[in-house]
């Protein structure tokens, strides 16, 4: 009997979607008043985004001509080279330096590929109704200045497993794992399509299978949904078919952009208490955080990760687009499409619903009961989230202000680090740091540690801010970042358990009769 092979993964939708394909040349900025087809292509763009998550933007031939040059010169480079990726960023200059350093016709199609993302983003702004430079603040300045790299990048890619097939598997699913980007826009080039985008009704569909050789597919980030107070919500995608060559450009906050949702509250929508603002350096530590503490909470990493990206989409559900309130008086239509808050008022006004356009009755309308409680839930969860977010916030502050108060003070040791609490006496209260790096210690824990390290020993390895501490286990060599609260010495751990096994022997033994 052969051995049984596991289940496949879930396939996509046989009925791919017609995504909106927005000509660039409509997109584009200009002095004057709005034309009729500008205001088309605003719509069209974010109808696109708001129904399937994804969209078509149609390059000029010119700028079109730049990507196929792109593409064929990655494919000879990768073959030349021998290597999967390539990383490509704006004023590093690396194309200039010699010959076969990186493929050729990057500065040009970096060029074609920022000036589409940052007219996508200023027609996302105008359908908010805010201006349509209001995000540029947050970008790099055009052109760079001297000796600066940009924060947008462009990722080349290239696997020549299709000359050998003599075509492009797009069925595989395997590897695929659900995905986000971190940035405010992600903009995909192929040869061969092979990227799946999840609708908002949790529905996979081929995004890239019907779009032309000058055709960009448009993703929405993370930081995006940040500064439009989840408005415009995260698009999750994967890949199925990574036998093609692909150029993948991300436009990036800069580092020290304040990422915040004020223009947002002028425009008079409503923003949810836990969009904050935040520096966009913070903002990408606390998502590589966010990952890195999901994959270590469970030892089946694939599924955190899909659990961990999947979060946006289900606060978008959750929540009204128009207002960011949670769904707590969803109604549902005969269509099987829910609404609350100004969307729903929205959706009676038209007497259409905004995702299927069917028509609707006001008297049909009916609680959703089961998403209003699931809305709820979610909402406590997240002010639960919010005052856990301002409570680092806080501790960050506070050990910020040590270390300055420690290095104006003169408080180092010789070799330049700083004095720990306990070493003197005279330093700042602030965050504990009861441990010394070398010393043993034994794992306590809390909720959020993996069982297979509680009751560990482990010896300390580096001190973090915060308060946290890298530890190595002593019997298994894995490493993990806890908290001081979640750690004790070895000697006040035998210390305790002999006073509770054998309180009598042990004052006894130290303090004998006559001392």
Same mark, same amino acid.
């Given at each position: 009997?052969?051995?049984?092979?596991?289940?496949?993964?879930?396939?996509?939708?046989?009925?791919?979607?017609?995504?909106?394909?927005?000509?660039?040349? @409509?997109?584009?900025?200009?002095?004057?008043?709005?034309?009729?087809?500008?205001?088309?292509?605003?719509?069209?763009?974010?109808?696109?985004?708001?129904?399937h998550g994804a969209a078509l933007l149609e390059l000029p031939s010119a700028h079109a001509a730049i990507l196929r040059c792109a593409l064929q010169s990655a494919r000879a480079f990768f073959r030349a080279n021998n290597q999967p990726l390539y990383l490509y960023r704006a004023g590093s200059r690396t194309s200039d330096d010699g010959g076969d350093l990186s493929p050729a016709c990057m500065d040009d199609a970096f060029t074609c590929f920022g000036e589409a993302a940052r007219a996508a983003l200023s027609a996302i702004a105008r359908h908010l109704r805010l201006r349509t430079n209001v995000f540029d603040h947050l970008l790099d300045d055009t052109p760079l200045p001297v000796n600066e790299v940009s924060? +947008?990048?462009?990722?080349?890619?290239?696997?020549?497993?299709?000359?050998? =097939?003599?075509?492009?598997?797009?069925?595989?699913? %395997?590897?695929?794992?659900?995905?986000?980007?971190?940035?405010?826009?992600?903009?995909?080039? +192929?040869?061969?399509?092979?990227?799946?985008?999840?609708?908002?009704? %949790?529905?996979?569909?081929?995004?890239?299978?019907?779009?032309?050789?000058?055709?960009?597919?448009?993703?929405?980030?993370?930081?995006?949904?940040?500064?439009?107070?989840?408005?415009?919500?995260?698009?999750?995608?994967?890949?199925?078919?990574?036998?093609?060559?692909?150029?993948?450009?991300?436009?990036?906050?800069?580092?020290?952009?304040?990422?915040?949702?004020?223009?947002?509250?002028?425009?008079?929508?409503?923003?949810?208490?836990?969009?904050?603002?935040? =520096?966009?350096?913070?903002?990408?530590?606390?998502?590589?955080?966010?990952?890195?503490?999901?994959?270590?909470?469970?030892?089946?990493?694939?599924?955190?990760?899909?659990?961990?990206?999947?979060?946006?989409?289900?606060?978008?559900?959750?929540?009204?687009?128009?207002?960011?309130?949670?769904?707590?008086?969803?109604?549902?239509?005969?269509?099987?499409?829910?609404?609350?808050?100004?969307?729903?008022?929205?959706?009676?006004?038209?007497?259409?619903?905004?995702?299927?356009?069917?028509?609707?009755?006001?008297?049909?309308?009916?609680?959703?009961?089961?998403?209003?409680?699931?809305?709820?839930?979610?909402?406590?969860? @997240?002010?639960?989230?919010?005052?856990?977010?301002?409570?680092?916030?806080?501790?960050?502050?506070?050990?910020?202000?040590?270390?300055?108060?420690?290095?104006?003070?003169?408080? =180092?040791?010789?070799? %330049?680090?700083?004095?720990?609490?306990?070493?003197?006496?005279?330093?700042?209260? %602030?965050?504990?740091?009861?441990?010394?790096?070398? !010393?043993?210690?034994?794992?306590?824990?809390?909720?959020?540690?993996?069982?297979?390290?509680?009751?560990? !020993?482990?010896?300390?390895?580096?001190?973090?801010?915060?308060?946290?501490?890298?530890?190595?286990?002593?019997?298994?060599? !894995?490493?993990?970042?806890?908290?001081?609260? +979640?750690?004790?010495?070895?000697?006040?751990?035998?210390?305790?358990? !002999?006073?509770?096994?054998?309180?009598?022997?042990?004052?006894?033994?130290?303090?004998? +009769?006559?001392?």
């Open positions: 009997m052969a051995a049984s092979s596991p289940p496949p993964p879930a396939a996509a939708s046989t009925s791919t979607p017609r995504l909106a394909t927005v000509r660039l040349h @409509d997109l584009a900025p200009y002095d004057g008043a709005a034309t009729p087809a500008y205001a088309r292509a605003v719509h069209a763009l974010s109808a696109s985004l708001t129904r924060s +947008s990048e462009l990722l080349v890619a290239y696997s020549h497993q299709h000359l050998h =097939s003599g075509h492009a598997s797009s069925g595989c699913l %395997g590897s695929s794992v659900p995905q986000v980007d971190r940035g405010f826009l992600m903009l995909v080039a +192929s040869d061969h399509p092979g990227i799946q985008v999840c609708d908002p009704d %949790g529905q996979w569909y081929l995004a890239d299978g019907v779009s032309g050789p000058g055709d960009l597919l448009l993703l929405t980030g993370r930081a995006l949904s940040h500064v439009t107070a989840g408005l415009r919500p995260t698009s999750r995608y994967r890949i199925t078919n990574e036998s093609r060559a692909s150029l993948t450009f991300r436009l990036m906050p800069r580092a020290n952009a304040i990422l915040d949702c004020s223009p947002i509250s002028a425009a008079g929508h409503c923003v949810p208490q836990m969009y904050q603002p935040i =520096s966009a350096s913070e903002f990408m530590d606390d998502l590589c955080a966010e990952e890195l503490a999901v994959s270590n909470h469970s030892e089946a990493p694939s599924e955190s990760q899909s659990s961990f990206v999947s979060e946006p989409s289900l606060r978008s559900v959750l929540s009204d687009p128009l207002s960011g309130a949670f769904l707590e008086d969803a109604m549902v239509l005969l269509c099987g499409h829910s609404f609350g808050g100004l969307m729903l008022k929205k959706v009676v006004e038209m007497a259409r619903c905004t995702i299927c356009n069917g028509e609707v009755d006001p008297a049909t309308l009916f609680p959703n009961l089961a998403l209003r409680a699931v809305a709820t839930v979610v909402k406590m969860e @997240d002010d639960r989230r919010l005052f856990h977010n301002a409570a680092l916030r806080k501790r960050r502050k506070e050990v910020t202000e040590r270390m300055d108060v420690l290095k104006s003070t003169g408080g =180092s040791k010789g070799n %330049g680090e700083l004095v720990l609490d306990g070493e003197n006496s005279t330093s700042p209260r %602030g965050v504990q740091y009861p441990f010394v790096v070398g !010393e043993r210690v034994l794992i306590m824990g809390n909720r959020r540690t993996p069982d297979k390290f509680v009751g560990k !020993e482990a010896v300390i390895t580096s001190q973090c801010l915060n308060g946290w501490y890298l530890v190595k286990a002593v019997d298994s060599g !894995e490493s993990i970042r806890l908290q001081y609260r +979640s750690l004790k010495k070895v000697s006040e751990v035998q210390l305790q358990s !002999e006073m509770r096994l054998q309180p009598l022997t042990f004052l006894h033994n130290k303090y004998p +009769s006559g001392s």
